[in-house]
């Protein structure tokens, strides 16, 4: 009799299952923007709030420099409305796809920023990790808002809202590191990467 339970209750429950894995994604109303990095996508949820949905390409804790593409990764970007990428070398892979990407609309954040070069890490076009200085970072928000109004005027005035009151945490935000470092005897310091360099200047 357990037996025979234990069966009818399979019978039962894996409909249900099947049910379940096969139920479509729900269509958002809201723009896809697909960000190669995290700290873009980031940027990106603080500009678009509730009105924009974030795809991050490179997940947190993958090494932007070793990633590929995956069938999954391409699905979502032939998908979102605005691509928000790094530039200076970084999204390598971007050759490979850049024709079936063609008609999509892009920004690179590093573009209009002044680039370092990369004596330790060897990046043929700079050191990419422009984000690192607080500065650079207000840039790259105000250029996601022109991009975000472009796509989606009807919302503008909402993303004008979102960036003016984000910029000014990171106008804080750099003022406080300001502060606290000059406090400090001695301005050295060692880091593992140098990523960093942008925020030490």
């Known amino acids: 009799m357990k037996i025979i339970m234990q069966k009818n209750f399979i019978l039962i429950i894996l409909p249900m299952l099947l049910l379940v894995c ?13 960000a190669s990095i995290p700290p873009l996508a980031d940027f990106v949820r603080n500009v678009g709030g509730d009105r924009v949905d974030v795809y991050t390409i ?3 804790g993958v090494n932007p420099h070793a990633f590929e593409l995956t069938p999954g990764v391409m699905k979502k970007l032939t998908a979102a409305d605005l691509l928000v990428l790094n530039g200076v070398g970084l999204e390598f892979w971007l050759e490979e796809v ?20 990369d004596d330790v890490h060897h990046h043929a076009e700079g050191n990419p990790h422009l984000w690192l200085d607080p500065q650079n970072a207000i840039h790259q928000v ?6 975000l109004a472009e796509v989606d005027p ?4 909402y993303y004008a809202s979102n960036t003016a ?33 942008y925020f030490a200047r």
């Open 22 to 34: 096969d139920k479509p994604e729900e269509k958002s109303d809201n723009l896809l923007v697909a």
């Open 58 to 60: 490179v997940p947190a």
């Open 98 to 117: 850049i024709d079936v990407l063609a008609d999509k609309k892009a920004i690179f954040m590093a573009a209009g920023l002044p680039v370092l070069q």
């Open 142 to 147: 105000k250029k996601i808002y022109d991009a």
């Open 154 to 157: 009807a919302n503008s005035s």
């Open 165 to 197: 009151l984000y910029v000014r945490h990171l106008e804080v935000l750099d003022q406080d590191i300001q502060q606290m470092v000059d406090t400090w005897p001695l301005k050295k310091f060692v880091c593992f990467h140098p990523a960093w360099e």
